[in-house]
DNA sequence: TATTGTTATACTCTATAACTATA
DNA sequence: TATAGTTATAGAGTATAACAATA
């Protein structure tokens, strides 16, 4: 079908378009995707260790290493002692971080209202479902516990 | 609206899975994703001078000298001399840039296809209707010449 | 004077492997 | 023996700046 492949191009030119939106917004706040996600699962799951962070984010211990590195550089986290694993590390966000992903929660919030305003319910409705069903066609062969990865930051 | 949010959430995880599907076959191919896209634009464009990849990709030129050089070195182009400009370079599509292409473009079109396959037309057709919408209403600050990123290197 | 592509340098994300401290 | 996180090293993509050859 000549339509479907058009349609998954589209597709890829949205998606594209959308997460370059987003990324401009971190920009200013000094984040970056990855760095954005690794605030997402700490204000979701509270503190935690950098192994929980690894296997959530799908990528190797060495990779948490440097996000860290880099938000406790920029003043977004901290690192502290796991309460009964003395090997682990703790991450917790600070008030700057807490607060930098307020700002970031309202940009995506109100983005993502904006986005498919004065469209016809009944056409984004439409467009959920197909979209969730083309997911469930792809979900098998992925992880649940990677799903984190895939909110572009926001 | 929470659903609008919820919607974007799964676009975007919808656009992370299919540019991991993408992307494993390519790798197979020895190729990357922004390596894919030059291989796209002289597949469209016929050879052409790095500025003009450069401008297609919205990229600076540093980056281009750095992926037609792992492409040169992998034998997927050759770089040969502009006819007009002597300061410009001339990339062009091997045989096996162009065979390998050849060999993406048919995974692309066999998995587009197989993407909607059993859906419904009028939820696929519906669903690339709002697709459409929701990016026209994006488009106005991406310049149109930038387009070329935008298909995941297939 | 402007453009084409390069070298030099740097930053970000990612990966594997070896190692230390702890479990 | 296995796990948590580090250092060491590497590769990919991206960027700016300075520079050479050419227009």
Known sequence: ?????????KLFELAV??????????RERRLT?????????LHRG?????????QALCCTPRNVTGLVDA???TGFVVRGEHPTDRR????SLTEQGQSVLTQVDA??????????ANLPDADVACFAAVL???LARLSPDTPASCAERTRAGA
Chains 1, 2 share one sequence.
């Open 33 to 41: 995707r990855a760095r954005a996600e690794v605030l997402w699962l």
């Open 17 to 26: 378009r959308l997460g370059d939106e987003m990324e401009r917004g971190l």
């Open 46 to 54: 509270g503190p935690q260790a950098q192994h929980a962070l690894s």
């Open 1 to 9: 079908m000549m339509e479907n492949r058009h349609t998954l191009e």
């Open 88 to 91: 682990a590390t703790l991450v």
């Open 132 to 134: 969730e069903q083309v």
């Open 107 to 116: 940009d995506y919030q109100r983005f993502s209202g904006g986005l498919f």
């Open 71 to 73: 938000l406790e550089t």
